[in-house]
């Protein structure tokens, strides 16, 4: 049932309730929900360079670039290979948007 529901909220384009845009995502820890958000600053690189990626469960980043896929386990290896071969700029910094350790998103109840 939870994730006949979650695809259905995905499927919309944006939920407003009383005002405010609601997300729904997948229920993580805690802990892979601060890994995950690790990658926050590194995708809106790519996205700003119109390189489309995405998390893999648990926290591994998927990056499609020029038809292959690559899936990558940290974001210093990332960052390092993307900095390798020339889409990120040597002295662009990547750095990590939340802690780790803390939720990414605010508790509501």
């Given at each position: 049932m939870r994730q006949k529901v979650l695809q259905a909220?995905?499927?919309k384009k944006e939920i407003v309730v009383g005002g405010n845009?609601?997300?729904f995502s997948q229920d993580f820890s805690i802990k892979?929900?601060?890994?995950r958000s690790r990658y926050s600053a590194l995708r809106k690189q790519l996205r700003q360079k119109?390189?489309?990626s995405h998390i893999v469960y648990p926290a591994k980043l998927r990056?499609?670039?020029d038809g292959n896929e690559t899936i990558y386990s940290s974001l210093e290896d990332t960052s390092r290979n993307l900095k390798k071969i020339g889409l990120l700029d040597q002295g662009e910094p990547v750095t990590q948007e939340t802690e780790a350790g803390h939720a990414p998103f605010k508790k509501v109840r």
């Open positions: 909220a995905w499927s845009r609601i997300f892979i929900q601060a890994e119109n390189v489309k990056v499609f670039l």
